[in-house]
């Protein structure tokens, strides 16, 4: 058996079993759900463990040097006068889904940790996670466009409803406007899904196709056909590749989210429960930064390069937008929101400039982030469960209270405003030295939109510290006064448990980033040379 | 032969890597054992520092005046870069690693002391030790990168222990401020690196800023700055030394970003000796003296003016400063004023000269200092006066009560001031003699460097003076305003004392020069000057130190005058200087109101923006998609639904219309019959 199909399908066999555990033992799904992402985990780590790394095996848009791949025919409808239909069920992994994989595979494992406040409905929130669960890891998996856009909307509708049904008191408004803007973005990338597979034919079979893959090879596309490289077609009067790009782009920049597409994100993080606000920040925006890269760098290169400025542009100003949002911010929880904003802005000003530095920093940046906007979501969840309160006004002096808790979040707080030793500070220094550096080698970014970029590390110095300082230093003084100061006692051993791990990731990626880079140093080169080579 | 010297070196890279590691090993100890051995946290960071000071030595006897040694690993490859971790050990960086352990040897014996009392005691050293390792670190690592991770991490454990007292409003606003003014200078020094690493494709000291490196073969071409790996437009250089700058003003507090200085003395004491004196300070020149070859002349000029105006403007502001470790922090601004613009006017080894013998005067004061506020303390604990320990005009006459330190204060003081047969005077009088050497055959108006640095030093005199005169001649001024309170003060424990020994002994000519006079003949000066160099002999200004020392001595006199005698006429204690001095040039209120409030305010708007103008146009979408719904629900109901149910009644018309021919009688239907046949016929007639 592949082991990415079981990585993938794994959680939903757990699903079924907790399915059909009879509610009585309602106390133990969440043992159950747990165990199936420690599973999970150890089959990622089998993965990371095993992948091998070298020039023949850059992947990116060498469908052989991919690995752990299965490809079987899945569905194939025999069209007559158009063909046969060939969409296959294709996995496979390259550097650039080997380290999302495994950080996915871990936050998971939190997220599930943290899943013990959940009190109603348990057998609902547990199945519709584990389907989430595997919804995800499949879209990480996908080479096949057919099953990459499954798995992407199949993440939908569990969370849709287990923003609505378990979330805060806005819990249907935050749903509704999770759920429809992100369909938004990916019914239109099922129009240039179809478009691309009516423009690729499999070069074996003569078939048209599916495949991510042959997607890339601009000598795939059918003479003539409407994604054609060399055919220039236009829809609207305007390129058709541009218009392609731009569709497949705004499907993504949803979930990135990117500055002005990231409305729904305070909103669905505030009301989420922590579990689910832990994979939203720590899993799905990074499925966004991964699609820019598989999808919209890959198949569409040549628009990539032209209109680099303009997504370079796009990251800043989320990047500075998001930090001047953050320092307004008064709610704990919608303050780390804004802040995932400002640093996923550095993963896009990094995968523009199309330089090694700024790719790799992208990827690392989005590892950093998925363990650090866990690490941030969790503790946040952490005195929302004790008072029901995150209003930063309303707590001073937590130092003194909950010092282990307090110990935690300064690493998490200064980990995120990028301090050395730690994995941020490496994505943030690579992408932003990539951006630098990619006038001089492809001219794509201009010089001064680094620059201006390394200013969101100043204003980040700003609220972090800002909220250090009126939430967890100074005298003792809560605004529920003593009921709090009794309620809120320090870290249990659960939580201990699952923010050291978390710690401790941040830490190691900080002090060896080859932990990273050395496993997707072959794919970034192979897509710096794609991309060049256009 | 080749492979024993190799040896050798990798030994010399073992000794300075543990001396590095040490303390490290000691923050690591200390912060897992926390709340378990707090007796004896204070002497694993103690024996910590200890050996590496010994380390250092050696390190230091090795490689001074020798040949650099260089060793590096690879550390991870990013795309086609490889960085590798590194040391590199050359003159200026055995020499601040000795520096740094040695001054942070006595400060930690001093701690263990001026702490014991303290509820957190562990973690105390366990930050402190987290310092010395961050700041060993940065003067060993040969390239930017790791030093830009030092840089930070230097800043970081500043801003642990100045909001040590982390229920202290005072203390966590400092710490705060602190570590967000040097972020400028973060963001400036990383601008600069990635300058760096664009032109040069490498973050290497040795081969961007050797003597024959990449730097030196760089020149301005046709506005381009071309260098042999590359070019880019010539702004770029500016603008990489313009980092550079903002790095060296944030972390050695120099204008215009030297205000959180005076602010983070809301730490320890023994903290404000060890980092906001004598090293994290430092680390700002240290960087110049790096990075040195990459600024040109305009830059350098540039260096002096601020550096000079910086050391003029602190020195007044320490004029009329009450509270003692302000006076203090103030003088260290304007000392590393002194520092800069001695780099600016090509004084390098002067300036470094400076650096290591501040470091120790300034640290010797500012233990006098922690030492008097803690007998303060006591006197205002003891009889529940509720005054600030650390304002001098509650303090007079100690001299009586604490002789040792008041004379440890008088060594320190004079060192600070320059005045003969201390160390002080050899360094600051090679700055003062330099300054008016470069002066000489420009403008008239690069004169007023030199004559402000005179200047500067006359009121440092002043300050200096007031200083001593204030704490410890005259009377008690709290006896004579609250006369009946006990009194129990002492020097205290031989770890309060032996610090101040060692400091002290650093502060006078013998460890830097034998000729107490001639700052030439220094060891250190000449380690740092090229062969043949500059010499006092040869200079028009070699009797410069006897006016100006003469000059200082009449300044302290008058000092003497005014406040232990109060004989001659009180400064003004009001108009427009004085207040300007007093507070601080008014730059907080500036930066307050003309950059925070700002942004702040900014970040509220973007936030209004955001709610409003983003989420509002999101919202509106959603409210017109159901407003188009309910207008089609209407249409739907209305039009759609209206016509269908229109024909429906239009059928059923009809429909009841002829269901009344439909009634089951015959006679009905034969009358119907009938009428039908008749009006056919009549219409056949009538047609």
């Known amino acids: ?534 | 032969m080749e492979q024993f010297l190799q040896a050798i070196d990798t030994q010399t890279i073992i000794f300075t890597l543990t001396a590095v590691l040490l303390p490290l090993l000691a923050f690591v100890l200390n912060i897992t054992m926390r709340g378990r051995w707090d007796k004896i946290s204070g002497w694993v960071s103690t024996v910590a520092i200890l050996l590496s000071c010994i380390l250092s030595g050696f390190v230091f006897a090795r490689v001074w005046n020798g040949h650099p040694v260089h060793q590096q690993l690879l550390w991870f490859t990013i795309g086609n870069t490889q960085l590798y971790a590194g040391i590199l050990l050359n003159n200026l960086s055995v020499l601040m690693l000795l520096l740094v352990s040695v001054i942070a040897l006595p400060v930690h014996i001093y701690s263990t002391a001026y702490m014991k009392d303290d509820e957190h005691y562990t973690r105390y050293f366990a930050f402190l030790s987290f310092f010395c390792f961050s700041m060993l670190a940065l003067v060993v690592v040969d390239n930017l990168f790791l030093f830009y991770i030092s840089w930070e991490l230097v800043g970081f454990s500043s801003y642990l222990l100045i909001g040590f007292w982390f229920k202290r409003h005072k203390a966590i606003m400092a710490n705060k401020k602190a570590f967000i003014m040097n972020r400028i200078g973060d963001m400036g020094l990383l601008i600069a690196i990635m300058v760096l690493f664009t032109q040069y494709h490498t973050f290497d000291i040795t081969q961007i800023f050797a003597d024959n490196g990449l730097i030196s073969r760089s020149v301005m071409k046709n506005g381009l700055w071309v260098s042999p790996t590359g070019h880019l437009p010539a702004i770029w250089q500016y603008i990489a030394c313009g980092g550079v700058f903002l790095a060296v003003a944030a972390k050695s507090a120099q204008f215009p970003l030297h205000t959180w200085l005076p602010d983070a003395m809301e730490g320890p004491t023994s903290v404000s000796a060890l980092i906001h004196a004598a090293t994290m300070v430092a680390a700002g020149v240290f960087l110049l003296g790096r990075v040195y070859p990459m600024f040109n002349g305009t830059e350098l000029t540039i260096l002096a003016i601020i550096g000079c105006f910086t050391a003029f403007m602190a020195a007044t502001i320490a004029l009329t400063q009450n509270d003692l470790k302000r006076i203090l922090a103030y003088s260290t601004i304007s000392q590393l004023g002194y520092m800069v613009m001695a780099m600016g006017i090509g004084a390098y080894a002067s300036s470094l000269f400076h650096l290591v013998t501040h470091s120790f005067f300034k640290a010797l004061l500012f233990l006098v200092a922690g030492i008097v506020i803690h007998q303060m303390r006591h006197i205002n604990d003891d009889n529940g006066l509720g005054i600030d320990p650390q304002d001098i005009q509650h303090m007079g006459g100690l001299r009586k009560k604490l002789p040792f330190t008041f004379i440890a204060a008088i060594i320190g003081g004079l060192a600070l001031v320059g005045l003969p047969l201390t160390s002080g005077y050899l360094s600051k009088d090679s700055i003062l003699i330099h300054a008016f050497e470069w002066a000489d055959g420009k403008g008239p108006l690069f004169k007023l460097i030199p004559v402000f640095a005179l200047l500067t030093t006359w009121l440092t005199a002043f300050y200096v003076a007031r200083l001593i005169v204030k704490v410890f001649f005259g009377e008690l001024r709290l006896l004579k305003n609250t006369p009946g309170i006990k009194l129990h003060v002492s020097d205290g424990s031989w770890a309060y004392k032996l610090p101040l020994v060692l400091l002290a002994a650093g502060c006078l000519f013998p460890l830097f020069s034998a000729n107490p006079i001639e700052f030439t003949r220094s060891w250190l000066f000449k380690g740092f000057s090229p062969a043949g160099g500059f010499g006092a002999e040869s200079s028009a200004y070699a009797l410069l130190p006897v006016l100006v020392n003469s000059l200082s001595l009449l300044v302290i006199y008058w000092a003497w005058l005014i406040y232990a005698k109060q004989k001659a006429g009180s400064l003004l204690q009001r108009g427009f200087l004085y207040r300007l001095s007093f507070n601080a040039w008014y730059f907080d209120e500036i930066y307050n109101n003309g950059i925070i409030k700002p942004v702040l305010a900014l970040g509220r708007f973007t936030f209004w923006f955001d709610r409003i103008i983003i989420n509002g146009s999101v919202n509106s979408l959603a409210r017109t998609g159901i407003l188009v719904s309910k207008l089609s629900s209407w249409f739907d109901r209305n039009i759609i639904d209206g016509f269908l149910n229109l024909l429906v009644a239009i059928v059923r018309a009809i429909g009841n219309f002829a269901r009344k021919f439909q009634n089951g009688r015959v006679q009905y239907y034969l009358f119907s019959m009938l009428v039908i046949i008749l009006s056919l016929f009549i219409l056949k007639i009538l047609v």
């Open chain 1, 1 to 534: 058996m592949n082991i990415l199909t079981l990585i993938i399908f794994t959680p939903l066999l757990f699903g079924l079993i907790i399915a059909l555990m009879p509610s009585r033992w309602r106390s133990s799904f969440k043992y159950v759900a747990l165990l199936a992402t420690l599973v999970q985990l150890a089959m990622s780590i089998w993965i990371y463990c095993n992948f091998k790394t070298g020039a023949a095996f850059g992947g990116i848009n060498h469908e052989t040097q991919f690995q752990f791949m299965q490809k079987l025919p899945w569905i194939n409808l025999d069209l007559g006068a158009m063909g046969k239909m060939q969409i296959d069920y294709f996995v496979g992994i390259d550097g650039m889904s080997v380290s999302l994989l495994v950080m996915t595979s871990f936050v998971l494992v939190i997220a599930a940790l943290s899943s013990w406040e959940i009190k109603s409905n348990l057998k609902g929130f547990f199945i519709l996670f584990l389907i989430l669960d595997m919804a995800v890891t499949g879209v990480f998996c996908s080479l096949d466009f057919f099953m990459f856009y499954i798995f992407y909307e199949l993440m939908l509708l569990p969370l849709y409803f287990l923003i609505g049904m378990w979330g805060g008191a806005k819990r249907e408004y935050a749903a509704i406007k999770f759920f429809l803007y992100t369909l938004f973005g990916s019914v239109f990338m099922l129009l240039i899904m179809v478009g691309l597979y009516l423009s690729v034919k499999d070069p074996v079979t003569g078939n048209h196709t599916f495949n991510m893959v042959q997607m890339m090879n601009p000598a795939n596309y059918e003479p003539g056909s409407v994604f054609s490289v060399a055919a220039h077609q236009t829809i609207f009067g305007l390129s058709a590749r541009a218009v392609g790009f731009v569709v497949l782009f705004v499907a993504f920049a949803i979930k990135v989210p990117v500055v002005p597409l990231h409305t729904w994100l305070p909103d669905a993080h505030v009301e989420a429960p922590t579990p689910i606000s832990i994979i939203l920040a720590g899993i799905l925006l990074k499925v966004g930064g991964y699609g820019i890269i598989r999808v919209c760098l890959s198949i569409f290169p040549d628009i990539a390069s032209s209109g680099a400025y303009w997504l370079g542009l796009l990251g800043v100003i989320s990047i500075i937008y998001g930090a001047f949002n953050a320092l307004a911010q008064k709610d704990l929880k919608r303050m780390i929101a804004y802040s995932s904003v400002s640093h996923m802005g550095f993963v896009l000003l990094g995968l523009a400039s199309q330089t090694a530095e700024g790719i790799s920093g992208a990827v690392m940046q989005m590892v950093s982030h998925g363990f650090l906007s866990t690490m941030l979501f969790f503790l946040a969840g952490v005195i929302y469960n004790r008072v029901h309160d995150r209003g930063i006004n309303h707590f001073r002096g937590l130092a003194s209270v909950m010092p282990n808790y307090t110990a935690f979040v300064i690493v998490a707080f200064f980990a995120s405003l990028g301090l050395p030793g730690f994995s941020a500070f490496i994505g943030e220094i690579f992408s932003l030295t990539g951006a630098f550096k990619s006038h001089t080698v492809n001219g794509l970014l201009p010089y001064w939109m680094a620059a201006c970029g390394s200013a969101g590390i100043l204003i980040g110095a700003g609220y972090f510290l800002w909220t250090l300082q009126r939430m967890f230093f100074g005298t003792v003084n809560f605004k529920g006064g003593t009921v709090w100061q009794t309620a809120l006692v320090d870290l249990n051993f659960r939580e201990k448990l699952t923010l050291f791990p978390l710690a401790i990731m941040v830490l190691a990626l900080g002090l060896m980033p080859s932990l990273v880079f050395y496993k997707i140093n072959d794919s970034v080169l192979a897509l710096v040379q794609f991309l060049q080579l256009k």
